[in-house]
């Protein structure tokens, strides 16, 4: 056997599929086994490995076993020559497993070997090659030195920026992603350390291969896409603590007691700094309209109610209490902006019609309210709908002016398609194009590019061809294409890469249809950690459906506790209604979630809380079978509008106080 390859996967069913049709297509020619294992992924996983990749020799585990526990439980089964760890989110190209073990044969002192690596925009991978994160390369690497000065032979250590990263050189840590070692080597120093749940154990393991006498080596001679950041959100609080914590393990048991102390105090110092920056950074980004709307109002409605009160109301001796601004007025505020959130004008990208509508929705609640307060509580009407103008004018304006800079994350939805070219033989262009349409994506379709260069204008089918894959980044500057779908069936992974990392417009994205699946899948950075198209759309999920479908939950919560003396003649199980009102509004379950049974699976759909009513509730005196609930389930998940949810509860109220197994 020449080639045992591992994958240990976690909850990236889609990445997964698309990596092991990469895998088995890049085995044609070698003698290779396929281990994936899996660390209790509820997402269907294991369902999709076993229905589609029978040859896969699957390993499920009952629990979160971490990295190293993972695969070392595959080394232990693996019989080939060499060992490939491999991310499940990667994509090799159809010669990588014949060259890298070339290679390997080629030089017998060789331990380990990693390759290049690109994201899924094209650009290269800096971790590709590395070098030992040592106190000095540490210190450099966290306070940004590094990244200032990335060819540096001294600050640019950490990635080993000073060597071309288009030759082959000897390295001295490789990337977990893609790790490539000999079965001997492994034989030798021992498997991979499970101290290390997850990060660090690569560093670890390459470490130990240097110190038994091996050398590893940077491989550029054949490429992959890692869509870095899918297995692991790795802008989150909690990476950084796991990542640098493990590199205090690897300080610990490599390094001398004066270095490891040493080195585990700037580790702290980089844990303290780095969580309070992505702590800091998330709150900034969650607030920072929030707070620019609430001073823009504030100050308007300053100005506006001395102006109402010394120009317009001067005849009449109207006079605003001092606390009209501390107390009043910021409570209209905080109405506006909840309305604003909850008609969802702070989704990303911002929507002018979702503010506007949430503005005149808080006012309608606030004149509503307003005509049921006495007398002397009613301060001005005219004020509140010229507040109203204000909020309108203000926070439109503000959300165009921060769309001039372009600053990701605060641009404007303009409902601009993006222009879309699709590269690949009609046939399957034309099922990749059904995905796009049946997936709701907000795209123009251009056309299709011929996988080669081989096009012949007269024949019938090449006439339906903008033109060939060599001609493609002049037709994405001609056509001002945003998105390019490459079909995986008719063109090879190496070929992708290429095309990716040649294109010049760099606002360009990409996505690789798999043959044969429901879904076209992307990343672009770690920061945007991927896109996918799929047929069955998770519109449950949508954030603006998850915040209606808490907003229901708690208003029936409170309805029905104020009408409970009358629903207690209603509901079957009133005691039960009285326990579920309180769950709900604390958040444990949901007024209505997925029909769930033994024979009954709903890892495949989007996560949800648990529900009271299920969509068979709308269903009465039948008795449906599992291929029905499971589409009643799917309907619901995919097409969830707040109706549904409203339908539901009102056909299955006396099921309100059911209890949940």
């Known amino acids: 056997m020449d080639l045992s390859i591992i994958i240990v996967n976690y909850n990236v069913k889609y990445f997964l599929e698309q990596a092991l049709n990469a895998v088995f297509k890049a085995c044609e020619h070698i003698n290779a086994e396929v281990f994936v294992v899996d660390n209790n992924s509820v997402d269907g996983s294991c369902e999709m490995v076993r229905s589609k990749f029978p040859s896969v020799k699957l390993i499920e585990n009952k629990d979160n076993r971490g990295f190293s526990t993972a695969n070392n439980q595959a080394i232990k089964l693996a019989i080939g020559k060499y060992i490939l760890l491999l991310n499940p989110d990667t994509v090799v190209a159809e010669d990588t497993f014949e060259k890298i073990i070339a290679f390997m044969d080629a030089h017998p002192y060789a331990g380990g070997l990693g390759v290049k690596m690109h994201d899924g925009k094209g650009n290269f991978l800096a971790e590709s090659k590395r070098g030992l ?46 790790m490539l070692i000999r079965k001997e080597v492994l034989d030798k120093i021992g498997l991979l350390d499970e101290a290390f749940f997850m990060y660090g154990e690569d560093i670890d393991l390459s470490y130990r291969i240097i110190k038994a006498g091996y050398k590893n080596y940077y491989f550029p001679e054949t490429t992959i896409i890692h869509y870095k950041g899918e297995s692991t959100k790795k802008s989150s609080v909690n990476y950084v603590f796991v990542f640098y914590n493990a590199m205090i393990i690897f300080a610990k048991k490599h390094f001398s007691q004066k270095n490891a102390k040493l080195f585990a105090f700037l580790i702290h110092l980089a ?3 780095r969580a309070s920056i992505a702590i800091a950074m998330r709150f900034i980004k969650m607030i920072f309209l929030p707070m620019i709307d609430f001073i823009l109002l504030w100050g308007g409605m300053y100005v506006l109610k001395n102006y109402w009160q010394n120009n317009i109301k001067e005849t009449a001796g109207v006079h605003y209490p001092h606390l009209f601004m501390i ?43 307003y005509a049921l307060l006495p007398e002397s509580y009613r301060f001005s009407r005219a004020l509140i709908l010229l507040g109203t103008f204000w909020a309108s004018v203000s926070i439109v304006g503000i959300r165009l002016f921060i769309n001039l800079f372009k600053i990701k994350n605060f641009v404007l939805d303009t409902n601009e398609k993006k222009r879309v070219l699709i590269v690949g033989e009609i046939e399957e262009g034309k099922r990749v194009l059904s995905l796009l349409n049946l997936g709701d994506t907000n795209t123009n379709f251009i056309g299709f590019v011929k996988p080669d260069n081989k096009i012949n204008g007269s024949s019938g089918s090449d006439s339906n061809y903008l033109g060939t894959i ?45 043959p044969e699946s429901l879904y076209i899948i992307g990343s672009n950075s770690v920061n945007n950690p991927g896109d996918l198209y799929v047929i069955d759309i998770n519109t449950i999920i949508k954030p603006v459906n998850k915040r209606n479908k808490k907003l229901l939950d708690i208003i029936a919560s409170l309805l029905f506790l104020i009408f409970y003396p009358i629903l207690v003649f209603i509901v079957k199980n009133p005691l039960g209604l009285f326990i579920n009102i309180f769950n709900v ?27 009271i009513l299920t969509p068979i509730d709308v269903i009465k005196n039948l008795q449906l079978d599992e291929a029905t609930t499971e589409k009643l389930n799917l309907l619901y998940a995919k097409d969830y509008h707040l109706n549904n949810d409203l339908n539901i509860i009102y056909k299955g109220i006396r099921n309100i106080g059911r209890k949940i197994i």
Request: with cysteine; glycine share 8%; hydrophobic share 45%.
């Open 133 to 178: 994160p040592t106190p000095s390369a540490a210190f450099y690497k966290i306070f940004g030195l590094s990244a200032l000065f990335p060819h540096s032979p001294v600050f640019g250590k950490y990635h080993l920026g000073y060597l071309d990263k288009d030759k082959i050189h000897e390295v001295e840590i490789l990337a977990g992603a893609f």
């Open 327 to 369: 107390y009043v007025v910021p409570v209209y505020i905080l109405i506006w902006l909840g309305s604003i959130y909850f008609s969802g004008g702070y989704d990303r990208p911002i929507k002018l019609s979702k503010i506007i509508r949430g503005i005149f929705s808080g006012t309608v609640f606030i004149l509503v309210v």
């Open 470 to 514: 060599e001609q493609l980044n002049e037709m994405v500057m001609i056509y001002s294409i945003r998105e390019i779908v490459f079909c995986a069936k008719d063109i090879p992974v190496q070929q992708i890469i290429n095309q990716m990392s040649h294109i010049s417009r760099g606002e360009v994205e990409y996505k690789i249809a798999p």
């Open 585 to 611: 509004m604390f958040g444990k379950y949901s007024w209505v979630g997925y029909y769930q049974s033994h024979n009954n699976n709903v890892s495949h759909l989007p996560k949800i809380k648990s529900g």
């Open 271 to 273: 844990i303290y700094f």
